[in-house]
């Protein structure tokens, strides 16, 4: 039996409006969290105190996860609204 390929499914205008939408969504997610994340390495890199580990290259590398990590879970917690406004802003261009 030979199965011939269908080609693309289409998609409505609503389904691919939609799509645009959560991807907007989603860029302007990751865009505060980097932009978080930047800030918290920022923050860090300015403090004199030499922290609970140090100031190794090791401590740099796990402060550099943490802060990462720190800001994916603040942006994808409602975040400082950087997100929020860039999506208002940006929506009307789909």
């Not at 996860?65 to 406004?85: C, P, R, T, V």
């Amino acid at each position: 039996m030979i199965i011939k390929d269908a080609g693309p499914v289409p998609i409505s205008v609503n389904n691919q409006t939609e799509a645009s939408k959560e991807k907007l969504k989603k860029a302007c997610a990751d865009f505060e969290s980097i932009f978080l994340s930047y800030m918290l390495k920022t923050m860090r890199a300015s403090s004199s105190e030499p922290g609970l580990v140090g100031k190794s290259h090791e401590s740099k590398i796990l402060y550099a996860m943490y802060d990462e990590k720190l800001s994916e879970e603040i942006a994808g917690s409602g975040g400082i609204g950087l997100a929020n406004i860039l999506l208002e802003k940006l929506k009307n261009r789909l």
